[in-house]
């Protein structure tokens, strides 16, 4: 499937307000208009499209949808033929639902561990649109996609891994350095990160671990580390970089409870010539400071609840 990247993410949470201030103030993401025929939801851009991460409200706090951008409308038609041939159930998106996420047309699937999937094509923008909400140099969206993802999952056998790899044609990139087994993918049209989702294994447990995002300058990621540190607020990993990317990033939790890894390239990613295989996470620094899994890890039964 020719897929560029994680087009958008929606998260439901119960932390609206929280949201709706830290969105902007620490992370410097800009709120965009909403959809008028979801008014309740918080929209933030990222960069010049519609936009890029929507928050939902809910009576808890999970991912609720991961959405995939197709290349154009022929690998679009493509990539829903090869969902009915290895009999993968979709569902197409009506025209309400089209608008909310400022697309043309979408489909919706899950995956064997449960997560709720979209795939898309052409998500409406205007170009020099994007304002931060406060004193930021910006996010890398562009072609590469939002960022990356690492999903939680109690089983991880080969239905997943043939999900991925032979349904999606996503590349494989290996296992990580940490005590858990984490699987890395990315996918085929993606050329500049390493992977853009990852699942770890942790039986009996579901829920969002990360979200990785991408920003302009190293300034960046030391403003955001002063603002976490001022604001007091949860950091999971400190300033580091990771064995198998030439970047600088470190993590805190959002009111969500999941964390997002605030990213800046030292240098551009060297491909993968061989299997990730690291002797450790990360070269310098990351020194665990908090779980590694957050709240908003939960167990399948809560977090795939109606």
């Not at 990360?210 to 002063?226: K, M, P, S, Y």
Request: hydrophobic share 35%.
């Amino acid at each position: 499937m020719n897929i560029i990247g994680i087009g958008y993410l929606g998260f439901e949470s119960t932390e609206m307000e929280e949201w709706r201030t830290y969105g902007p103030e620490v992370m410097g993401f800009q709120i965009t208009g909403s959809p008028e025929n979801d008014p309740d939801s918080i929209y933030f851009k990222l960069d010049d499209r519609r936009h890029r991460i929507a928050i939902h409200p809910g009576e808890i706090d999970r991912i609720a949808y991961i959405g995939w951008e197709a290349r154009n409308r022929v690998d679009f038609v493509a990539a829903c033929e090869r969902f009915k041939e290895y009999n993968v159930e979709i569902t197409f998106g009506d025209a309400e639902l089209c608008e909310k996420r400022g697309v043309k047309e979408l489909i919706r699937f899950r995956d064997p561990a449960g997560y709720q999937h979209e795939l898309f094509y052409a998500q409406k923008w205007t170009p020099r649109s994007f304002v931060a909400g406060r004193p930021h140099g910006g996010f890398i969206c562009d072609d590469r996609g939002v960022g990356h993802i690492v999903l939680i999952t109690p089983e991880f056998g080969p239905e997943l891994e043939l999900f991925l790899l032979e349904i999606m044609e996503f590349n494989w990139y290996g296992w990580g350095a940490g005590k858990g087994k984490t699987g890395f993918f990315r996918s085929k049209l993606n050329t500049q990160t390493s992977h853009d989702i990852a699942f770890g294994f942790a039986p009996g447990r579901m829920g969002v671990q990360h979200v990785g995002l991408f920003v302009n300058a190293v300034r960046d990621v030391g403003e955001t580390f002063d603002i976490v540190k001022q604001q007091e607020l949860p950091l999971m990993m400190t300033l580091g970089q990771h064995t198998q990317d030439p970047h600088m990033s470190f993590y805190h939790f959002n009111p969500s409870g999941f964390a997002f890894e605030t990213i800046a390239e030292l240098e551009p990613w060297h491909g993968d010539p061989f299997e990730l295989n690291p002797e450790k996470m990360s070269t310098w620094g990351h020194e665990i400071v908090g779980p590694i899994l957050g709240p908003s890890v939960k167990t399948p039964e809560e977090l795939l609840q109606e």
